[in-house]
């Protein structure tokens, strides 16, 4: 009996030199942990001549050591699927018509690149070949197949089901799955208020542990009680449940193709109460179709014709990146229009693109006059050396879901939402009446939209108990200062263009609106989560210590309760990998 007792004092001294070594490190990262109970208990339970008792400890330690570090693997599989799918190499296509294995980042804007079948697309560019078909489910969760012709985009990420050729037309930095990983990379590393919080009471509970324990001891006058009051405020995982919690959110989010960039965001929006939306792509489908041309008086007198006027769209549209820019586009290739060389092109966020054809300046922008418009209908200017030649009308409509989402907004608790829009106030209102959102914001520049948002943001920062977060959402390329500017910004990726605003704070990958709402109800969910399993952890040890300071409790017993403890509260915080029953 004395051999083993020596050998379980021989364990609990090496499970105090573990813990030890583990708050030096704790203390080197400027962190306080709860391993510094787990020392002072075992050392309890040695001064006590409880061997046993400290062998449970130990064990028991360790296990939530265990148990935390695959609470974490669980939580992070779906982004380590996503971060193991990142293409390392491309075959790139030399002059001669060889072909080379090189390292993405040493493929250089214009490149002519192959992908075979099974291959992840290594970078975005501009399909070569007459067709390919993608499997694009990493980059938007949608599992149906895309067909791509000649000059449609090709997004990084993407899964080649047939061999095709493009041409690079970003480096990888740049690309759309690179960029998706590192917004995901930036938010795993990042650490929710809440979490933080969880952090800070380490220590107050360290104290408040010891407060108990020590009582016990004075009051009774038996150093038993103070170490089996210790035993049930070990050990560490206790509040690792709350960024367990959220990194199982972030997970699921990742998974229904919801990219947050930071885990504070998931905290912010469980208190917004106003939103924002942009119309056109975001309210609206942004698959606008060519309804009809006008051309001027003065686009007659100077001899243009309906063909001349899509040639110059077509030369300028292609360098935009408005939303317009592929109705406009593909209209002018149905009406034969030939690609003429384009010079000192610019985009005017707000406004249009303008730049020289031959020897005239183009511009094709916002309508400069006013223009009679039916229902539903935008137009668009086309100038020539200052003279509006002519106006091209387009029609637009609501997303199927566009109306639900603003209904589950309202019954979800969010007070305002309106429209910001630099639309004319007809268009607006005819898409507004449609989804029903009352407030419209029309006409708006961008600078305008700032000085909207900033007015309620400082209307918010004073009532912010009463009012909450503001959130925008939008296409996140022209929208990009006010998503900055705004508590939450949502950017909306269509196919062309997933690479999300920089300053957006949630991207959406699918071509789903609704996804809007799925990431409130994850996030509250995951708060919820979060908060009752450090409540439930902090809760149920507090109880038993009390119980055991009036010496219920055995040390022993104690150990294996409080690690029962542990387990519920990781288990708990777990929960937040599964969808809310609301979206199922």
Same mark, same amino acid.
């Given at each position: 009996?004395?051999?083993?007792?020596?050998?379980?004092?021989?364990?609990?001294?090496?499970?105090?030199?573990?813990?030890?070594?583990?708050?030096?490190?704790?203390?080197?990262?400027?962190?306080?942990?709860?391993?510094?109970?787990?020392?002072?208990?075992?050392?309890?339970?040695?001064?006590?001549?409880?061997?046993?008792?400290?062998?449970?400890?130990?064990?028991?330690?360790?296990?939530?050591?265990?148990?935390?570090?695959?609470?974490?693997?669980?939580?992070?599989?779906?982004?380590?699927?996503?971060?193991?799918?990142?293409?390392?190499?491309?075959?790139?296509?030399?002059?001669?018509?060889?072909?080379?294995?090189?390292?993405?980042?040493?493929?250089?804007?214009?490149?002519?690149?192959?992908?075979?079948?099974?291959?992840?697309?290594?970078?975005?560019?501009?399909?070569?070949?007459?067709?390919?078909?993608?499997?694009?489910?990493?980059?938007?969760?949608?599992?149906?197949?895309?067909?791509?012709?000649?000059?449609?985009?090709?997004?990084?990420?993407?899964?080649?089901?047939?061999?095709?050729?493009?041409?690079?037309?970003?480096?990888?930095?740049?690309?759309?799955? &690179?960029?998706? #990983?590192?917004? !995901?990379?930036?938010?795993?590393?990042?650490? %929710? /208020? =809440?979490?933080? @919080? +969880?952090?800070?009471?380490?220590?107050?509970?360290?104290?408040?542990?010891?407060?108990?324990?020590?009582?016990?001891?004075?009051?009774?006058?038996?150093?038993?009680?103070?170490? &089996?009051?210790? #035993?049930?405020? !070990?050990?560490?995982?206790?509040?690792?449940? %709350? /960024? =367990?919690?959220? @990194? +199982?959110?972030?997970?699921?989010?990742?998974?229904?193709?919801?990219?947050?960039?930071?885990?504070?965001?998931?905290?912010?929006?469980?208190?917004?109460?106003?939103?924002?939306?942009?119309?056109?792509?975001?309210? !609206?489908?942004?698959?606008?179709?060519?309804?009809?041309?006008?051309?001027?008086?003065?686009?007659?007198?100077?001899?243009?014709?309906?063909?001349?006027?899509?040639?110059?769209?077509?030369?300028?549209?292609?360098?935009?990146?408005?939303?317009?820019?592929?109705?406009?586009?593909?209209?002018?290739?149905?009406?034969?229009?030939?690609?003429?060389?384009?010079?000192?092109?610019?985009?005017?966020?707000?406004?249009?693109?303008?730049?020289?054809?031959?020897?005239?300046?183009?511009?094709?922008?916002?309508?400069?006059?006013?223009?009679?418009?039916?229902?539903?209908?935008?137009?668009?200017?086309?100038?020539?050396?200052?003279?509006?030649?002519?106006?091209?009308?387009?029609?637009?409509?609501?997303?199927?879901?566009?109306?639900?989402?603003?209904?589950?907004?309202?019954?979800?608790?969010?007070?305002?939402?309106?429209?910001?829009?630099?639309?004319?106030?007809?268009?607006?209102?005819?898409?507004?009446?449609?989804?029903?959102?009352?407030?419209?914001?029309?006409?708006?520049?961008?600078?305008?939209?700032?000085?909207?948002?900033?007015?309620?943001?400082?209307?918010?920062?004073?009532?912010?108990?009463?009012?909450?977060?503001?959130?925008?959402?939008?296409?996140?390329?022209?929208?990009?200062?006010?998503?900055?500017?705004?508590?939450?910004?949502?950017?909306?990726?269509?196919?062309?263009?997933?690479?999300?605003?920089?300053?957006?704070?949630?991207?959406?990958?699918?071509?789903?609106?609704?996804?809007?709402?799925?990431?409130?109800?994850?996030?509250?969910?995951?708060?919820?989560?979060?908060?009752?399993?450090?409540?439930?952890?902090?809760?149920?040890?507090?109880?038993?210590?009390?119980?055991?300071?009036?010496?219920?409790?055995?040390?022993?017993?104690?150990?294996?309760?409080?690690?029962?403890?542990?387990?519920?509260?990781?288990?708990?915080?777990?929960?937040?990998?599964?969808?809310?029953?609301?979206?199922?």
């Amino acid at each position: 009996m004395e051999f083993i007792s020596n050998l379980l004092l021989v364990v609990d001294i090496i499970g105090v030199v573990y813990f030890l070594v583990e708050i030096l490190k704790q203390l080197k990262s400027k962190e306080f942990g709860l391993d510094f109970l787990a020392i002072v208990a075992i050392m309890a339970t040695i001064l006590n001549g409880e061997y046993l008792a400290g062998l449970v400890v130990v064990i028991m330690s360790f296990t939530g050591d265990f148990l935390e570090n695959y609470a974490g693997k669980r939580a992070e599989k779906d982004l380590k699927l996503l971060l193991s799918k990142v293409p390392e190499s491309a075959r790139r296509i030399l002059e001669n018509g060889s072909v080379e294995f090189v390292q993405v980042d040493d493929v250089q804007v214009g490149d002519l690149l192959a992908v075979q079948v099974g291959d992840v697309v290594p970078l975005d560019g501009i399909l070569v070949s007459e067709n390919a078909v993608l499997d694009e489910s990493s980059l938007t969760g949608e599992s149906i197949h895309v067909d791509k012709n000649s000059s449609d985009t090709i997004l990084s990420g993407s899964i080649a089901l047939t061999s095709f050729k493009y041409n690079a037309s970003a480096v990888a930095s740049e690309s759309s799955y &690179q960029q998706i #990983v590192k917004l !995901t990379q930036i938010a795993k590393g990042s650490k %929710a /208020p =809440v979490v933080k @919080l +969880a952090n800070r009471i380490s220590l107050p509970f360290t104290i408040l542990s010891l407060l108990i324990a020590f009582s016990a001891w004075f009051i009774s006058g038996d150093f038993s009680r103070f170490a &089996q009051v210790l #035993v049930l405020a !070990t050990p560490c995982p206790l509040l690792i449940a %709350a /960024p =367990v919690a959220f @990194l +199982a959110g972030l997970s699921i989010c990742a998974k229904r193709g919801i990219i947050i960039r930071e885990t504070n965001t998931i905290q912010a929006l469980t208190k917004v109460k106003v939103a924002a939306f942009d119309k056109t792509g975001t309210i !609206t489908k942004g698959q606008l179709s060519y309804e009809r041309i006008s051309i001027t008086e003065d686009g007659v007198n100077l001899g243009f014709s309906k063909y001349d006027v899509f040639e110059f769209v077509y030369a300028l549209e292609l360098y935009s990146n408005h939303i317009l820019r592929d109705s406009l586009v593909n209209t002018a290739k149905a009406l034969g229009a030939t690609t003429k060389v384009a010079s000192n092109v610019q985009e005017i966020p707000g406004v249009g693109v303008r730049g020289t054809v031959g020897n005239q300046h183009i511009r094709v922008q916002k309508p400069t006059t006013v223009v009679t418009l039916l229902s539903g209908e935008m137009a668009v200017e086309v100038e020539v050396d200052g003279v509006p030649i002519a106006y091209i009308f387009l029609v637009d409509s609501a997303r199927d879901e566009a109306k639900s989402v603003v209904e589950f907004l309202k019954c979800a608790g969010i007070s305002h939402i309106l429209m910001l829009t630099g639309d004319r106030q007809e268009t607006a209102q005819y898409i507004a009446q449609k989804v029903g959102i009352e407030d419209i914001r029309s006409g708006l520049l961008p600078h305008q939209k700032l000085e909207i948002v900033k007015g309620i943001k400082h209307f918010c920062e004073i009532h912010g108990h009463h009012v909450g977060n503001v959130m925008v959402v939008g296409d996140g390329i022209n929208d990009a200062p006010v998503l900055s500017l705004a508590d939450i910004g949502v950017a909306i990726a269509s196919r062309e263009k997933t690479v999300a605003s920089q300053a957006a704070d949630v991207v959406i990958m699918r071509d789903n609106l609704f996804l809007v709402c799925e990431s409130i109800l994850i996030s509250k969910r995951t708060m919820s989560i979060a908060k009752q399993s450090m409540i439930m952890g902090i809760g149920f040890s507090i109880i038993f210590m009390f119980i055991a300071a009036f010496g219920f409790i055995p040390a022993v017993i104690g150990a294996v309760i409080q690690e029962i403890i542990d387990v519920i509260a990781i288990l708990n915080g777990l929960r937040a990998r599964t969808l809310p029953r609301s979206i199922l």
